[in-house]
C-alpha cells in the first residue's frame, strides 16, 4: 500500500509564489516517477509536472514551464513544485501522483497512486 500526501496549498494573490510538498509513504518503493495534475472546478484533470526518480529528468506542461519548478528529496520521500508568478488561471486543485516506471508520463491514467489533493486558490 503506497499513500501520497499533499500540502503547502492556500489562497494567494495573482503573482504570489507557493510551494507545495508531496509525501510518499507505505511499503518499500524506489525508482518511480512523481507527477503533479491540478483540476479546476467544472474542468478535466491536467497535467502539470512531472520528474523521475534521480531527479535529473523533468517535464512541464506549456501553461506553466518557467514558472512552476519541480524537485524532490528521496532521502524524505517527498516531491515539492514550486509555483511562481501565480495567475487566477493556476486555481485548482493540485495532486500528486505516483508511478513505478522510469518513463516521465502525461497522462493521469498511466500513474497508479494518487493523494487527496490540496487547494490552491490565486485571487486577482
Known amino acids: 500500500q503506497v499513500q501520497l500526501v499533499e500540502s503547502g496549498g492556500g489562497l494567494v494573490q495573482a503573482g504570489d509564489s507557493l510551494t507545495l510538498s508531496c509525501t510518499v509513504s507505505g511499503r518499500a518503493l524506489n525508482n518511480y516517477i512523481t507527477g503533479w495534475f491540478r483540476q479546476a472546478p467544472g474542468k478535466e484533470r491536467e497535467f502539470v509536472a512531472a520528474?523521475?526518480?534521480?531527479?535529473?529528468?523533468?517535464i512541464y506542461s506549456d501553461f506553466v514551464r518557467g514558472r512552476f519548478t519541480i524537485s524532490r528529496d528521496n532521502a524524505e520521500n517527498t516531491v515539492f513544485l514550486q509555483m511562481n508568478s501565480l495567475k487566477p488561471e493556476d486555481t485548482a486543485l493540485y495532486f500528486c501522483?505516483?508511478?513505478?516506471?522510469?518513463?516521465?508520463?502525461?497522462?493521469?491514467?498511466?500513474?497508479?497512486?494518487w493523494g487527496q489533493g490540496t487547494q490552491v486558490t490565486v485571487s486577482s
Open positions: 520528474i523521475n526518480w534521480e531527479a535529473d529528468a523533468m
Open positions: 501522483a505516483a508511478d513505478r516506471t522510469i518513463y516521465l508520463r502525461r497522462e493521469s491514467r498511466e500513474y497508479d497512486w
